[in-house]
Nanobody
Framework: QVQLVESGGGLVQPGGSLRLSCEAS????????MGWYRQVPGKERELVAT???????NFADSVRGRFTLFRDGAKRTVDLAMQNLQPEDTAVYYC?????????WGEGTLVTVSS
């Protein structure tokens, strides 16, 4: 069973930065795609950023230019570097890995942007 473990969440002031890390229990190039999603209470989980096995990245419009992804095959990690964070970025952030139509999820890490 694939395991994804997130780390790096916390409280940050508006305009600040955070870096989330997702470590997979197996070779990340086994996955068609990995990435990050986020969810706030009462809303559906939404895509933040993904990277496919070929290295192509995709970002939500709301984070493009502020967030970026880093992938490290040796460490089996996909990191989400977030800059210029705003209160509307407050959410639980989930790591995702996909093999064909099967999705695997981490337990989530809370990011709170507040002064």
């Amino acid at each position: 069973q694939v395991q994804l473990v997130e780390s790096g969440g916390g409280l940050v002031q508006p305009g600040g930065s955070l870096r989330l890390s997702c470590e997979a229990s197996e070779n990340i190039f086994n996955f068609n795609e990995m990435g990050w999603y986020r969810q706030v209470p009462g809303k559906e989980r939404e895509l933040v950023a993904t990277i496919n096995v070929g290295g192509t990245k995709n970002f939500a419009d709301s984070v493009r230019g502020r967030f970026t992804l880093f992938r490290d095959g040796a460490k089996r990690t996909v990191d989400l570097a977030m800059q210029n964070l705003q209160p509307e970025d407050t959410a639980v952030y989930y790591c995702n890995a996909r093999i064909l139509r099967k999705n695997f999820w981490g337990e989530g890490t809370l990011v709170t942007v507040s002064s």
